[in-house]
């Protein structure tokens, strides 16, 4: 299976670092995320790469020919003129994904442990649109899954805002955990262009197609500012 790492956005919760560099190349114990989670992945049989890029992206570059690619294949979808966000970006790595096989698609600056197999075999299992990584935890927004796991609705947990499929039954509310497991129908489906977020597009699809949460109890940290940095410390070595 291959793998869509985001790595272009430009990281300004992690300033100053990210003032000369980017938040990819940010470190836990002197490792770059970038490294630890193509590290990550490899452990899970994954070493086909598209990483995207624009923040500082030529770095990017550089740390990863210095490295010889950790030993997988990695092909780079710059978008130094423009930056997509995620839909946006997911949009441009077509012609590096769109090849009739599903694929995985994580953040550069989430460090986790979730089972990636566990989680790509239930993806299979389903036959799912759409399955995103999800846990119970503390966030502003959450995500608004039925009894199924079948997501049907966003919510805005500070201002109380929803966006729904169907009439809130008692969903079960979880935060997105930034992995997700696709299938290539997505690049049909997908309306709008330029920049945007896949989750906007992922609350449009869930009317029509299924999209599954998959929940984990795993570590998962946000790697997003500079005490973000030292909590990942404690558990990544």
């Known amino acids: 299976m291959k ?7 430009k990281g300004t919760r992690l300033k100053p670092f990210t003032d000369h560099h980017p938040k990819a190349l940010a470190k836990v114990n002197d490792v770059p995320l970038l490294e630890r989670n193509i590290r990550y992945l490899k452990n899970f049989g994954i070493n086909d790469f598209v990483i995207n890029i624009h923040h500082f992206g030529n770095q990017i570059v550089d740390f990863l020919k210095l490295n010889d690619n950790f030993g997988c294949k990695i092909e780079i979808s710059d978008e130094s003129d423009e930056l997509l966000e995620t839909g ?32 790509v075999e239930y993806h299979k299992k389903i036959k799912d649109f759409a399955t995103l990584a999800v ?6 927004r959450k995500l608004l899954f039925n009894d199924e796991l079948v997501l049907r609705g966003w919510l805005n947990v500070q201002t109380g805002e929803q966006r729904l499929a169907e009439f809130n039954k008692g969903f079960r509310a979880l935060a997105f955990s930034g992995v997700h497991c696709i299938n290539r129908l997505i690049f049909e489906k997908i309306k709008r262009t330029g920049k945007f977020s896949v989750m ?24 997003g500012r500079p005490e973000s940095i030292k909590e990942a410390e404690k558990y990544f070595k």
């Open 200 to 223: 906007e597009e992922y609350l449009d699809l869930m009317h029509t197609e299924k999209i599954h949460g998959f929940v984990h109890d795993s570590i998962l940290i946000d790697v």
């Open 3 to 9: 793998a869509l790492i985001f790595a272009a956005g």
């Open 135 to 140: 846990s119970d935890r503390e966030s502003s």
């Open 88 to 119: 946006g970006g997911l949009i441009f790595a077509r012609k590096f994904l769109d090849h009739g096989e599903d694929f995985l698609i994580m953040n550069a600056d989430i460090l986790t442990d979730i089972n990636i197999t566990d989680f």
